[in-house]
């Protein structure tokens, strides 16, 4: 059974910073591609950050330079660090795998920027 669990969400001011960690279970996690997505009140939900197994990683351009995704294979985790963190970045945050053409997502966890 797949699993994605996501933490470190919470409250923070703008300009502070958050560390998001996702736990994978149940899929080979060398071979995945991750990602991080977002989805705000009333909005669709969006790429953020995406690392494949081998490669350069991608950004939304909303958050280049201030968010940076990372793999750790050992761990089959990855992470997302947010820094100079905006109010526009206020939304649940759910973690992505992509593994041999199947598509896993993690349940979500609240990402609060007050201004």
């Known amino acids: 059974q797949v699993q994605l669990v996501e933490s470190g969400g919470g409250l923070v001011q703008a300009g502070g910073s958050l560390r998001l960690s996702c736990a994978a279970s149940?899929?080979?996690?060398?071979?995945?591609?991750m990602a991080w997505y977002r989805q705000a009140p009333g909005k669709q939900r969006e790429m953020v950050a995406i690392v494949p197994t081998r490669g350069d990683s991608n950004y939304a351009d909303s958050v280049k330079g201030r968010f940076t995704i990372s793999r750790d294979n050992a761990k089959n985790a990855v992470y997302l660090q947010m820094n100079s963190l905006k109010p526009e970045d206020t939304a649940v945050y759910y973690c992505f795998a992509r593994s041999w053409g199947r598509e896993y997502w993690g349940q979500g966890t609240q990402v609060t920027v007050s201004s």
């Open positions: 149940g899929f080979i996690f060398a071979d995945g591609t």
